[in-house]
């Protein structure tokens, strides 16, 4: 079963930073569109950033300059460098896998989710 693994979420101060990381399986994290997304209550979840193979970066405009995402093919990590974090970005953040249109119907995979916090 495929399993994405959070950690890094947590309580931080306006101004202050986190970082998440997710870990995936090595049959899924070359060839899966990686990324991150958020949810508050009452609120459908959004994007926050994303990693298609061999394609631009995609970033919500609310995070652009503040946030960044990165993969480690070695450790088949996705992390998400947040900075300068504001309340609104306060939300559970979600690891995704997306299976790429190229590779045919299937799933994507999901986090199980990390609560950021930021408050004073």
């Known amino acids: 079963q495929v399993k994405l693994v959070e950690s890094g979420g947590g309580a931080v101060q306006p101004g202050g930073s986190l970082r998440l990381s997710c870990v995936a399986p090595?049959?899924?994290?070359?060839?899966?569109?990686m990324g991150w997304y958020r949810q508050t209550p009452g609120r459908q979840r959004e994007l926050v950033a994303s990693m298609p193979n061999g394609e631009r970066i995609r970033y919500a405009d609310s995070v652009k300059g503040r946030f960044t995402i990165s993969k480690d093919f070695t450790t088949y990590t996705v992390n998400l460098q947040m900075n300068s974090l504001k309340a609104e970005d306060t939300a559970v953040y979600y690891c995704s896998a997306k299976r790429p249109s190229e590779l045919g119907p299937g799933v994507d995979y999901w986090g199980q989710g990390t609560q950021v916090t930021v408050s004073s």
């Open positions: 090595g049959e899924i994290f070359p060839f899966y569109t």
